[in-house]
């Protein structure tokens, strides 16, 4: 039972497997933080700690009158800190009142232990299924003053290593307005940590980078709309010996799509806050008597076995308790996408040419990307005019998707429904429905304007025209896209002091369209992607089981990118495709075998026209496939360990074993980064059984499971992108 309760001392463990959450609540009103860290197993005693801590002081902190001047918020940890008492750093929650004042207080008010989770309404969240040891504890608080309720739910993945959080604001009194209000903050009691966190941009998301903390603030966040590729809505906390399988690691993320800000606050006596939530930037929300306001979901994990432990925990949280639906578990199908392929420039005949050799080489589904619709001959209309372009397809979407069908292959279709171009028959009808404010210049960003979906007829429009062209063919899979980042955030519904709510709006509304679209189509597979990869969150994966992962589809670049996005991201959610050479985005020339193989290691398919490859190349394309089909249950399901990293040497290597731990894939690929004279590098695998042999089924060798852990495999580059994938079965 994940949750324990000491009840004569007001004690509260949250706890899993490793991880435990203590905090008890001090003279009946002050929920104090205990600990935050490896599981603590018994409580006893545990409550002096509160006493020990309070006695902690510092000269010229203010001490709470309410608790006889015993206690100061400077030194001791509030569960969830406020703004305007004793506690005078970044808080997790501030509000202005309606005087005018931003001074709260919540006490204690009830508690209650529950099995399971509740899933949130309008936004997305980890979900349990039955026989989950999972528990919540929901903490009820209360400022007196203001009438306001702050409800915090801790969820305890017993399994999974985390623990999620949720924070939900009640009205009872006169209007206030919210300033921030974080979706997981804690305090940890050092700052002996190395931040750590994923940043990049357009054709190079989700780069990691390690800093170590200092005494000051650290934070990431992103104004720009979206999570964006710019940073990821994640940062973790390690210690300073932290590597990929040793050491102490804090993982923080967030269920959202929309501005976020993460990071740590270390005090002068060396305390560290962390929290992650909205954005407290451009936004406030005003909450009316008899209101309320729901924050997004927090996930905190917790590994003492380093990154790769904590990334399972994410990975397989991600891809079994966020991810729904048909698509789930279920191997989906390769794809070929015709985007690098033809660019704008096709006709139905192009691209049954191109579907044709796809079907040849073993290709399942097939996806028309953008310029199906209006007169999109390049990227300056028709967002907004989902009506197809005759000229390009006379048989319209269906009579194109039927020819596709009948060649055996499924039809997939490229959408983005959140733009409108200016120049476009949507914008002429509905000039108001993008974000934009009066009086002033509008920007554009690659030609296009988004539409306001905090604006509910706008959203239903959405919903409306999309389910239209659903129901209209035979359409299994949708590319969502959305290509540009929010700029001119305003509009003429909200009154003034709202305007600050629209970017969150904007999401609440996208949520609630792709629910509904999820629902009324629950055998469409659902892709997400923005501008490549740059809206790849948690939040995504509730409504997208997978994720294009970067328009940067070069092998090399791909190394670092799908590297960075396993920090907490899951295989199955990581589209990768293989795509000509040159490649498009960098001009880099790399084998079709290391393109295939990288390519492997996530949700895998094709971007480029296979009637332009050499008959050799297209063999190899027919074994690439063949060859996932029968990799993808360990790739997607085992366990990964990212052995060796592009980041920091020649090689790059990961480990995927099956979840009952008797299969191996390894995708080991080098690119020499100095040329000379170059050490040898040993790949030695992890989680095996030392006691078991393993064959290696493209060599037939036979080595033990200690062999392979403590000595492995020895690599020398001869030259640039060699790769080779390994599958490696235990002796039975
Ligand atoms: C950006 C996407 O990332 C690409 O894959 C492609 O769909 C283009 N948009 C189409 O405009």
Known sequence: MPVLYDEKNKIFNVYTKNFSLVFGIFADKLPILIHCGKRIKNTYNIHKMLDYKLKGGMAFAARNKEFNNEISLETVSALYPTYGNTDVRMPAISIMHNNG??????????????????????????????????QTLTLTLYDEPSALTLTLSYSAFYDYDIITQNVKLENAGERVKIDRIMSAAVDLPDKDFDFVHLYGNWARERQIQRTPLFNGGMTV?????????HHNPFFALARKNTDEFLGEVFGFSLLYSGNFTAGVEVDSIDNTRAFIGI????????????ESFIAPEGVMCYSCEGFSKMSDNFQKIARQRICRGKYRDIERPVLLNNWEATYFNFNEEKLIDIAKKAKAAGVELFVLDDGWFGKRDDDKTSLGDWFVDKAKLPNGID??????????????????????????????????????????????????????????EVCD???????????????????????????????????????????????????????????????????????????????????????????????????YIQHGTSMLYPTSA??????????????????????????????????????????????????????????????????????????????TAWE?????????????????????????TRVLLKGLDENANYTVENTGEVYGGDFLMNIGFTRKPKKDFESELLIIKKVK
Not at 428 to 450: A, F, M, T
């Open 101 to 134: 004042t931003m001074c709260s207080n919540f006490y204690y008010k009830s508690h209650k232990i529950t099995d399971g989770k509740e899933n949130l309404e309008i936004l997305p969240s980890v979900y349990c299924e039955e026989g989950d040891n999972v």
């Open 221 to 229: 966040d992103s104004k720009r709309g979206s999570s964006s590729a």
């Open 279 to 290: 954005n407290p930037f451009n936004f406030g929300w005003t909450l009316e008597k008899g």
């Open 399 to 456: 009579g194109l998707a039927k020819k596709i069908n009948d060649m055996g292959l499924k039809f997939g279709l490229w959408f983005e429904p959140e733009a409108i171009s200016p120049v476009s028959e949507l914008y002429k009808k509905h000039p108001d429905w993008c974000l934009h404010i009066k009086g002033r210049v509008q920007n554009e960003s690659r030609n296009e304007y988004l539409l306001d979906l905090s604006r509910d």
């Open 461 to 559: 429009y959405i919903i409306e025209f999309m389910s239209d062209i659903l129901s209209s063919a035979n359409i299994e899979y949708i590319k969502w896209d959305m290509n540009r980042n929010m700029t001119d955030i305003g509009n003429e519904v909200l009154e003034s002091g709202r305007q600050c709510e629209i970017a969150h709006r904007y999401m609440l509304g996208l949520y609630r369209v792709l629910d509904t679209l999820n629902k009324k189509f629950p055998n469409v597979l659902f892709e997400g992607c923005s501008g490549g990869g740059g809206r790849f969150d948690l939040g995504m994966l509730q409504y997208f089981p997978q994720i294009w992962t970067s328009d940067d589809s070069d092998a090399v670049e791909r190394l």
């Open 574 to 651: 990581m589209g990768a495709h293989v795509s000509a050479v040159p490649n498009h985005q960098v001009q880099r020339t790399t084998p079709i075998d290391m393109r295939g193989h990288v390519a492997m290691c996530g949700q895998f398919g094709y971007e480029l026209d296979l009637n332009k490859l050499s008959d050799e190349e297209f063999e190899t394309v027919k074994e690439q496939i063949k060859l996932y089909k029968k990799i993808s249950h360990i790739t997607h399901k085992g366990t990964m360990y990212r052995l060796l990293s592009p980041f920091e040497g020649n090689y």
């Open 656 to 680: 995927f074993l099956s979840e009952d731990k008797d299969e191996i894939v390894l995708m080991i690929a080098n690119i020499i980064k100095r040329g000379g004279r170059v050490a040898a």
